[in-house]
């Protein structure tokens, strides 16, 4: 795996994936014109566990209607501002079995997400469950 990040004004960054995919990072405290790099890492690990909940409910045959994963972080206060806690809250929809989705979250999080693994390696992650219907 590849990737690259090219300056290109003030505080703002191309950075580029090895599958030529783009982002655009603002180190400027606002991040008005893009995320920060951290907020990147944040929304991977949403994507990273969510990606591998829906394969498994996929699997099991859930009927699943719908997922969605949020993050809440808290970072150190000294350099380098690790995450020290997060809050991830699973909202699944659908007739998903309270079983199905409590594993498909605890393979996520013992076994399959790397974001997760590198994250869990600095911070406490908390695992919530919310069923909507």
Known sequence: MQANATWKSEMLFD????????????????????????????????????????????KKREPFTGLSVS????????????????????????GVAAKSMEDAVRLSETKYCAVGGMISQTA??????EYVD
């Open 124 to 129: 406490k992650i908390e695992y919530v469950i």
């Open 15 to 58: 950075a580029t994936s090895h599958s030529a995919h783009t982002i655009l990072f603002d180190g400027d405290p606002a991040h008005t014109r893009g995320p920060s790099p951290m907020e990147v890492v944040l929304m991977g690990l949403c994507g990273c566990t969510a990606i591998d909940v829906i394969s498994i409910l996929k």
């Open 71 to 94: 993050a809440v972080a808290e970072q150190a206060g000294e350099p380098p501002k690790v995450f020290t806690q997060v809050r991830l809250v699973y909202r699944v929809s659908g």
